[in-house]
């Protein structure tokens, strides 16, 4: 029997597209969250949007402004809303800081000698991945806010106060379900990535839906919780500005170990855990 010959396509200028940052996102949303499952997984897409938003408050803390974020999460409908007590984003640049990718104060190494997130894709993703997405920003009695439908800007404005407000920023948002198929945040995920942002950052408060969670010892917190009575000795603590390390032995015939790089727990490992 005769092999029929390929069909050939034609492949010319029509067939080369631009796309705009939002639409690289939606269409190539793996690329930036991964996976777009129900929420069922740890590492599910809607989780990694949260994250995005707490890192910035997590880098607020690091470099000394804001010991509190508030998160108010609907396990409903899905709608997230973090508030930090940071610097807040400067006023002009709100819009931008949420929409335009590479665009950010973290690649400055005077704002930010540590920060959790660097590439500035985080709230740009999150944003372009909601089906409605909330920014504003409080500095020194004024605020600038915006409105997103889709990653799409729907309206924005600047003025003063009309309440008191610490400075800080607040984000909201709805993963969009076109994208997050039936998605739905299981408590238990967002309570383990919220604990182990707290082991990282001795001293954070993190209070989700009125309860708090907050580590006082760090690492050290995370090896008496997770070892609790099986530990053969107290467990060998080290800190340094850059370096945390703890270790114990137990009884256990297993080996388990927690690594964390960048201000991220790494539940994969990876050169820095096998070095």
């Given at each position: 029997?005769?092999?029929?010959?390929?069909?050939?396509?034609?492949?010319?200028?029509?067939?080369?597209?631009?796309?705009?940052?939002?639409?690289?996102?939606?269409?190539?949303?793996?690329?930036?969250?991964?996976?777009?499952?129900?929420?069922?997984?740890?590492?599910?897409?809607?989780?990694?949007?949260?994250?995005?938003?707490?890192?910035?408050?997590?880098?607020?803390?690091?470099?000394?402004?804001?010991?509190?974020?508030?998160?108010?999460?609907?396990?409903?409908?899905?709608?997230?809303?973090?508030?930090?007590?940071?610097?807040?984003?400067?006023?002009?640049?709100?819009?931008?800081?949420?929409?335009?990718?590479?665009?950010?104060?973290?690649?400055?190494?005077?704002?930010?000698?540590?920060?959790?997130?660097?590439?500035?894709?985080?709230?740009?993703?999150?944003?372009?991945?909601?089906?409605?997405?909330?920014?504003?920003?409080?500095?020194?009695?004024?605020?600038?806010?915006?409105?997103?439908?889709?990653?799409?800007?729907?309206?924005?404005?600047?003025?003063?106060?009309?309440?008191?407000?610490?400075?800080?920023?607040?984000?909201?948002?709805?993963?969009?379900?076109?994208?997050?198929?039936?998605?739905?945040?299981?408590?238990?995920?967002?309570?383990?990535?919220?604990?182990?942002?707290?082991?990282?950052?001795?001293?954070?408060?993190?209070?989700?839906?009125?309860?708090?969670?907050?580590?006082?010892?760090?690492?050290?917190?995370?090896?008496?919780?997770?070892?609790?009575f099986e530990k053969l000795y107290a467990?060998?603590?080290?800190?340094?500005?850059?370096?945390?390390?703890?270790?114990?032995?137990?009884?256990?015939?297993?080996?388990?170990?927690?690594?964390?790089?960048?201000?991220?727990?790494?539940?994969?490992?990876?050169?820095?855990?096998?070095?």
């Amino acid at each position: 029997m005769a092999s029929q010959s390929p069909v050939i396509q034609t492949y010319d200028d029509k067939h080369i597209q631009t796309l705009s940052d939002v639409e690289h996102i939606r269409k190539r949303t793996g690329m930036y969250i991964g996976r777009t499952s129900d929420g069922s997984q740890y590492e599910d897409g809607i989780y990694i949007l949260l994250k995005e938003v707490l890192d910035n408050a997590v880098d607020e803390f690091i470099m000394g402004f804001g010991k509190k974020v508030e998160i108010s999460l609907d396990y409903n409908s899905g709608q997230v809303m973090v508030r930090d007590y940071g610097r807040g984003i400067p006023l002009g640049k709100v819009v931008d800081c949420v929409s335009r990718k590479n665009t950010g104060g973290k690649f400055n190494d005077d704002v930010f000698q540590f920060s959790v997130g660097m590439n500035g894709v985080g709230t740009k993703a999150v944003n372009a991945l909601s089906a409605d997405f909330e920014v504003r920003s409080f500095r020194d009695g004024e605020f600038s806010e915006a409105f997103f439908k889709k990653g799409e800007l729907v309206s924005q404005k600047r003025g003063r106060c009309a309440k008191p407000e610490r400075n800080g920023t607040l984000v909201r948002f709805t993963p969009d379900d076109g994208i997050f198929k039936k998605f739905q945040f299981r408590e238990e995920h967002v309570a383990r990535r919220l604990r182990m942002y707290a082991y990282l950052n001795a001293g954070l408060v993190l209070e989700v839906n009125g309860e708090r969670v907050v580590s006082e010892n760090g690492l050290l917190d995370l090896i008496h919780d997770e070892a609790q009575f099986e530990k053969l000795y107290a467990p060998f603590h080290y800190r340094s500005k850059t370096l945390e390390l703890v270790f114990t032995h137990t009884n256990r015939f297993s080996e388990d170990y927690y690594s964390f790089v960048n201000g991220q727990f790494t539940n994969d490992g990876g050169v820095h855990l096998s070095a």
